[in-house]
Each structure stands twice: as structure tokens, then as C-alpha cells.
């Protein structure tokens, strides 16, 4: 019997055609294995094997998200594969979008058993742990080791149809899927046995996690703008130039507070960007396209804006924990609010 | 205001202003800067609308 | 091991033969002395460079594994070495390099 068919969806950096430099790169498919399909190949052993790997640049695929889609999935269709595979895309968040989109729309819209993986916190996981299975990995590629086998070992399920477990069990992502079983114990008895490990101090395990939702009420509008006082926070990771306070390109672990009451707007000789997570040229050649002080200021002088607050809020938002992102955003509203600022533009990359 | 615009509808931003590319989202080396000082201008613009609006959960202020 | 020492290693090894190469290693890690060891050893684990997939099989050792330190000239070895020599866990690189090079 021949082997199964798989086709491998990865981005441009982990195919070795470039960095930040080439996310740009437009779709492409390539005969057999590139990158870590070569692991992966490996792992799926005499079942199946790779026939093709479709290649995508990270920003192509999130500016032209439709288009992308699209023409990935024409590719794939082309090989008629038995089974989808895409990633690891650890915590890469262009690429955990893109791959956690092209898992879905596989699954979807060819019917083929389609699997990914990327780490919890990848913006892509949220969006699309409902819609395809992603199983877990660790925060980077230093963990390939141990995700290749995590990803194989459900992929081969999928593709031979066997009943996959719990996410606990299967190590993926929990897709808020109720399933229905018979327990041994009744409810009133797994409940009142809860309770007593609970009253006891013992460990337990809660039936039913309460989902975390983390949605916060809008704030009343602005009434009068023309009075109001503004200010600029950032994740683009715009800083002073020469970067003082040190804040890392990714995984920052912390965030700067600096003035710009001298500034009618910022430029290359004084500013300069810090994040790590794309193509840095733009915004260091003109910061005024993450952090908008040249607009601003005029439309302070013009009075369309009461003030522009004299200190912005930086980091940087490649990587960096959700947690991480909450405290500091927590630390610094305070400031905001004591500073009598009534509103915030946030801008992101 | 950013990029990706399903990104900041899953972590729950109330007022969003989709802007034009990661690594340059409020401008556009393609322009001359004047043409690309506008597009910043009109984007702001757009922001301080949402800010000036009423919105009810989530809400997306496309300016271009 | 970043991409371009990776390119690098590569090239050195397509001109010299395997023997008579050794890799010395200097991360500050256990994990990040394993990563870089397989990776000239079976491949780039993390199949991000050239070395994806390449088995070089070449020796690897780190800076601060008795082997390398007795090689070398003592007064150098402490100069250079000898404050991240007391900073580091030398055992459990030494454990991991051995095991890299399948001792």
C-alpha cells in the first residue's frame, strides 16, 4: 500500500528564504520537504510522507489574508493530500495567524484532516483553536524537539480517522467542544467529592473551567474633543534613539515613559524603533508612522485636540507576554488617569 | 489602530482603526510625504471619531 | 546557532574533512551548548538554517570541558575562560556536550 499524502504549510523564514526581509514573500509550492518537514517526514515514518510544502512570507500572507488564503489552498488542493499539516509556528504571530487560517480553511473548505501547532499565547491560537486542532508548543524553535512529535502523533491520528482524546490527552488546544459520556459516579457524588477535597485542602480538578473573558465595557465617548487631552501608547516599540531603558526586541520586560514636549514631531535623529517582530527600515526612518506626534501636533495647534499629552507609553509587542502586556498597561493607566489624560490612541504593528 | 484587524477583535479592543501595513502602520513609503502625511492625518482623524463615538462592545472605523 | 555561523560551519566542512575539524563552543547554557552541538553534529534541530536536515557529524566541545582546557595554554585558559568558567554549570554542560557527541 502506498503511503498517504501530506502537504506541509510553513513561512519563508523556517523554508531559509530570509528574515523580516522577506515576510513580503508571496506564495510558492515546492516539491517534497523544506525545513523542519524534514523532522517531520521523519516522525511520520512508513504512514505517510510529505509531497509538497507550501511556503508563505508572514506579512504577505496578513495584509492579503483572502488572496493568500486562496491561492495556498489552490496549491494544496493540487496534491490531493490525505492529510494538512502547518507550522510549528511556536510563538510567531504572522505566522501562527497564517497557519491557524490555512489549518481552517483546509479543513473546511477541502474536507482534509488538518492539524497545526504553534504556543498558547500566538495570537493565531486564540482565534483559531475552535476551528482546528493545534497542538502545543513550547515559546520557540528551541522546542522543535519535542513539537514535531507532539504534531506527528496527532496528525497519523487524524489521518487514520482514530478517535482523538481529550486535549489533555492529545496535547492540543481545548476547542470548546462538549462532548457527552457516562461517568461511573453520579453528579451529586462528584460533586460533594469535590467539595470535601476542596474543604480538605486537597488538589481537585474543576469539571467545567470558567472560560477567561477578559472583556472590558467601552468607555463613555469623548464629549468634547476639542478640550480633551490625548495620548500616544505604543507596542510598535518606538524609543528614544539608542534605545536607553534597553527594551527588548521581543519578550520586552518592560516599557518606557518618555517626553515629548520638545517634539512638534519625531524623526530618524531622535527616535528610532525597537521591536523585533518585522522589517524595522519604515518606522526607523520615519517614527512618525507608529507613533503619529507629527498629526497630532498639528491638529493640537489647530485646536481639534485640547492637548497632546507630554509623555508617550512604549513597548514592545513582539512576544511579549499577555500578562506582561496587562501589568504594564495597568502601571501606566494609573499615570494616564492622574495626569488628567481623557483619552488614549494606541497604536500597534 | 493596527494591522491586523481579527487580532485586536480576539483580545477584546472596543474602538479599532484598521491602519495600513505591519511595519508601517500609519504611513506609506510608496507616497511622497506629503500625500503620506495626509493618509496619517485621515487615519488620526478616524481615531478620534471612534474616540468621539459611542460604541457598544467592539466596533471597527475603517477611514480608508 | 544563528544562520550565518551555520553557513559557516557548513562551508569550512565542505572543503575540510570531518576529522580534521573540532567545533568549540562557548553558549552560556547547558540548552543552548546542546542546541549548537546538534546542530553540527545531526542537523539544526530547530530546522531554521542551512543546516536543516544536514548531518555533518563534526566533534564538539565546549569552552569549558576539561578536554578543551587541558589542550590549551593555562594562563590563556584563565585569562579568557576563567570567569565564566566559575559562573557556569560546568557539569551539566560537560553532561550534555557528552551526550551530544554520543559518549
Known amino acids: 500500500m502506498s503511503k498517504k499524502k501530506v502537504v506541509h504549510y510553513i513561512n519563508q523564514f523556517f523554508a531559509g528564504i530570509g528574515g523580516e526581509e522577506k515576510a513580503d514573500h508571496e506564495p510558492e509550492v515546492r516539491e517534497g520537504v523544506v525545513g523542519p518537514g524534514i523532522g517531520i517526514n521523519a516522525a511520520l515514518g512508513d504512514d505517510a510522507e510529505i509531497v509538497a510544502t507550501v511556503i508563505c512570507g508572514d506579512t504577505y500572507f496578513n495584509e492579503h489574508m483572502e488572496d493568500a488564503e486562496a491561492a495556498v489552498l489552490e496549491m494544496i488542493e493540487k496534491y490531493d493530500p490525505d492529510l494538512f499539516i502547518a507550522g510549528p509556528a511556536f510563538n510567531a504571530g504572522r505566522y501562527g495567524v497564517a497557519a491557524g487560517a490555512v489549518t481552517k480553511a483546509v479543513g473546511e473548505k477541502l474536507g482534509i484532516p488538518a492539524v497545526t501547532a504553534m504556543y498558547v499565547e500566538n495570537p493565531g491560537a486564540d482565534m483559531f483553536k475552535a476551528d482546528a486542532y493545534i497542538v502545543n508548543t513550547g515559546d520557540s524553535a528551541a522546542t522543535m524537539g519535542e513539537a514535531i512529535p507532539a504534531l506527528t502523533s496527532l496528525a497519523l491520528k487524524l489521518l487514520k480517522g482514530e478517535e482523538i482524546g481529550t486535549p489533555d490527552e492529545d496535547n492540543y488546544m481545548a476547542r470548546g467542544v462538549r462532548v457527552n459520556y457516562f461517568a461511573d459516579d453520579r453528579g451529586s457524588k462528584r460533586a460533594v467529592d469535590m467539595l470535601v477535597k476542596k474543604l480538605k485542602g486537597e488538589e481537585y480538578e474543576t469539571e467545567y473551567p470558567m472560560p477567561a473573558f ?105 512576544g511579549t507576554a499577555v500578562a506582561s502586556a496587562k501589568k504594564y498597561a495597568e502601571e501606566f493607566a494609573k499615570e494616564l488617569v492622574e495626569a488628567g489624560v481623557d483619552a488614549v490612541i494606541t497604536t500597534s504593528t | 489602530m493596527c494591522t491586523i484587524v481579527p487580532i485586536s477583535l480576539t483580545v477584546g479592543a472596543n474602538r479599532i482603526v484598521p491602519t495600513i501595513a505591519i511595519p508601517h502602520p500609519l504611513g506609506n513609503p510608496n507616497l511622497d510625504p506629503v500625500e503620506e502625511k495626509a493618509l496619517r492625518r485621515k487615519l488620526v482623524e478616524k481615531a478620534l471619531e471612534a474616540l468621539s463615538t459611542d460604541v457598544d462592545g467592539q466596533e471597527v472605523f475603517e477611514a480608508v | 546557532m544563528d544562520l550565518e555561523n551555520q553557513q559557516r560551519v557548513k562551508d569550512i566542512a565542505e572543503s575540510t574533512p570531518a576529522e580534521d575539524i573540532i567545533v568549540v563552543l562557548g553558549g552560556a547554557e547547558a540548552q543552548a551548548a546542546k542546541l549548537m552541538g546538534d546542530t553540527v553534529t545531526t542537523g539544526d534541530p530547530t530546522f531554521a538554517g542551512p543546516l536543516a536536515g544536514v548531518q555533518l557529524g563534526l566533534t564538539a566541545y565546549h569552552a569549558v570541558e576539561p578536554e578543551f582546557k587541558e589542550a590549551v595554554d593555562a594562563d590563556v585558559y584563565d585569562d579568557q575562560v576563567g570567569m565564566m568558567e566559575m559562573v557556569l554549570d560546568v557539569d551539566e554542560i560537560a553532561a550534555t556536550m557528552k551526550e551530544v557527541r554520543g559518549e
Open chain 1, 214 to 318: 477578559d472583556r472590558v465595557d467601552p468607555n463613555p465617548p469623548v464629549e468634547d474633543m476639542t478640550k480633551a487631552k490625548i495620548a500616544l501608547v505604543t507596542s510598535g516599540g518606538i524609543v528614544p534613539k539608542g534605545n536607553p531603558d534597553r527594551i527588548e526586541s521581543s519578550s520586552a520586560s518592560k516599557y518606557g515613559k518618555y517626553d515629548i514636549s520638545g517634539f512638534d514631531k519625531l524623526s530618524e535623529a531622535d527616535h528610532e524603533t525597537a521591536h523585533g517582530g518585522h522589517d524595522p527600515v519604515y518606522a526607523n526612518e520615519d517614527p512618525n508612522r507608529v507613533l503619529p506626534v507629527d498629526v497630532l501636533r498639528d491638529l493640537e495647534k489647530e485646536g481639534a485636540i485640547g492637548e497632546l499629552h507630554q509623555y508617550f507609553y512604549s513597548t514592545v509587542g513582539n
